[in-house]
């Protein structure tokens, strides 16, 4: 079965910092683009950036440069997001996304990291 | 970068109903756009790839059309199922934003 499995809820004061994960099983992790999706609490979805495992050819949406990172660890098919300083308004569902190999669309979806940052 | 709008924000709709949602992008984007479905506490389904095209497993009644600036996502008979909120995204250049999305619920 193909999946991508996140990591776990997280509670983190500001300031701190914060790596979650996203594995990919039942496919060829190298072979196709992970994206990250942000959903604040009772808002629609962003799109924050995509990365090739592959290569680690990574993207990011304007919005979230230099606001977090992207990276990816092909020989354990985990896909990464993380943040060195955390802050209150980063509170929000993370989801991460598999891109279809052959046409537009995000076709495989974790079941989505919720992050608290609250002193 | 390209911008995309939904409408309407929200719709009320009785089972049986045919729905209509439409998403406009700021500039051509050929056929790069899909649809999502998302329910409450879930993470979202894809619908409609390559702006017409059924992903496996989606009903029939799910249908995508449109190129350019103007597409479509009808739901040709309303099931109770479909009650949820529904998401364009556009595939430009490596920034892939979402619209707003459109709730849509029971009448």
């Known amino acids: 079965e193909v999946q991508l499995v996140q990591s776990g809820a997280e509670v983190k004061k500001p300031g701190e910092s914060l790596k979650i994960s996203c594995k990919g099983s039942g496919y060829s992790f190298t072979s196709y683009w992970i994206g990250w999706v942000r959903q604040m609490p009772g808002k629609g979805l962003e799109w924050m950036g995509i990365?090739?495992?592959?290569?680690?050819?990574?993207r990011y949406s304007p919005s979230f440069q230099g606001q977090v990172t992207i990276s990816a660890d092909k020989s354990i098919s985990t896909a990464y997001l993380q943040w060195s300083s955390l802050k209150a308004s980063d509170t929000a569902m993370y989801y991460c996304a598999r891109r279809g190999s052959s046409f537009l669309g995000m076709d495989v979806w974790g079941q989505g990291t919720t992050v608290t940052v609250s002193s | 970068a390209i911008q995309l709008t939904q409408s309407p924000s929200s719709l009320s709709a009785s089972v049986g109903d045919r729905v209509t949602i439409t998403c406009r992008a700021s500039?051509?984007?050929?056929?790069?756009l899909a649809w999502y479905q998302q329910k409450p506490g879930k993470a979202p389904k894809l619908l409609i790839y390559?702006?017409?095209s059924l992903e496996s497993g989606v009903p029939s009644r799910f249908s995508g059309s449109g190129s350019g600036t103007d597409f479509t996502l009808t739901i040709s008979s309303l099931q109770p199922e479909d009650f949820a909120t529904y998401y364009c995204?556009?595939?430009?250049?490596?920034?892939?934003?979402f619209g707003p999305g459109t709730k849509v619920d029971i009448k």
């Open positions: 990365i090739y495992p592959g290569d680690s050819d990574t």
């Open positions: 390559d702006a017409s």
């Open positions: 500039q051509g984007i050929s056929s790069a």
């Open positions: 995204q556009q595939f430009n250049n490596y920034r892939f934003t």
